[in-house]
């Protein structure tokens, strides 16, 4: 579970009911919100993810086949890792701080994210060193022991060949049992 809130960390963490679009949400407003979503179950997770589509607009075919093999190999090896009774406790709360942290100069904030029973909603917007750009949408369930988000991202760079990259994942994430 905990690689899939690192994953999807981008994910989980977007829940406030009535929120008005694209609007930006302070860092306060989205930790508190993310109380609103069903807490985990503690136990033994299993969680995989997976690249659905990769893009790189305006570079040569042979340049973007390997750059997809590159975003392929974010998939990883599916992982499993056991949620203390402490970390269920804390729900989502730590990713969403995380993502409002961001890492390695990069700054997010939230500009949408809603939440509508197990539903979620969100949008990020990031930016950083080097004239990093980036948004990110953000769908799927949040259910007591599984989850389900898949996330399209955009990313803007002169240090990208073409400039521009997109990307969507998904990342599942379901209870298997207690924890050994």
């Known amino acids: ?28 407003d989205v930790i508190k919100a993310a109380d609103n979503l069903v807490k985990p ?10 690249v ?3 893009e790189i607009p305006g570079i040569p075919p042979e340049q973007a086949a390997r750059m997809r093999d590159m975003a392929a190999g974010l998939q990883g090896e599916p992982r499993t890792q056991c949620l203390t009774e402490a970390e269920a406790e804390e729900g989502f709360r ?9 890492q390695d100069g990069i700054t997010c904030s939230f500009s949408r994210f809603e939440a509508a029973g197990k539903d979620l909603d969100a949008a990020l917007t990031c930016g950083g060193p080097g004239g990093v750009d980036a948004e990110m949408t953000i769908n799927g369930t949040v259910e007591e022991e599984r989850s389900r988000m898949r996330m399209a991202m955009s990313q803007q760079s002169g240090a990208i060949p073409g400039g521009e990259m997109r990307m969507t994942m998904e990342v599942v994430s379901e209870r298997i049992g207690d924890c050994p």
């Open 1 to 28: 579970m905990r690689a899939m809130v690192m994953v999807a960390g981008s994910a989980l963490a977007l829940a406030a009911c009535g929120s008005e679009p694209d609007q930006p949400k302070t860092a306060e």
């Open 41 to 50: 179950r503690p136990g033994l997770y299993h969680s995989s993810a997976e």
């Open 52 to 54: 659905i589509d990769f």
């Open 94 to 102: 730590r990713v969403v701080k995380q993502l409002g942290e961001g």
